[in-house]
């Protein structure tokens, strides 16, 4: 058994192997969430399979999440809005995306925003009411 631990060496495995999740989790692991996040999105929009879309959507939440998490870190909470705004449609499986909700208004609450925090928490109010 060979142990691929370099990120070059993660990122050529990656280009062999055919399964996506694998393939996004040598990228992420390669330092290429990005790339990870296109296969994921891909794979989402392409599959039939709600198992395998419920997988790729949470590994896609993970990763979007760790980069606006980073972003509202850095004092960009308006980036970091937009960055989970724009895989909101990708994640229609439901669990992923009240997770999506969730993430949101822990976001907001880390940088002290007070306002988006609210404005958050209504949004996941009316998702759950089925208005949103």
């Known amino acids: 058994v060979e142990v691929f631990s370099s990120a070059s060496a993660l990122g050529e495995l990656a280009e062999t192997v055919e399964d996506p999740l694998r393939k996004a989790s040598y990228l992420t692991r390669s330092g290429a969430p990005g790339q990870a996040e296109v296969v994921l999105t891909e794979l989402i929009e392409a599959s ?7 997988r790729a959507g ?13 972003l509202a870190a850095g004092g960009d909470v308006a980036a970091a809005m937009q960055a989970m ?10 669990p992923v995306r009240l997770n999506w909700h969730l993430l949101r208004i822990e976001i907001c ?24």
């Open 58 to 70: 949470g590994q896609l939440l993970a990763l979007v999440g760790a980069r606006a998490t980073k």
């Open 85 to 94: 705004d724009a895989v909101r449609d990708v994640l229609s499986d439901r």
């Open 109 to 132: 609450k880390g940088a002290g925003d007070l306002l988006a925090h609210e404005r958050e928490q209504q949004s996941l109010y009316d998702y759950m009411e089925g208005r949103g």
């Open 48 to 54: 039939k399979d709600a198992s395998l879309r419920h």
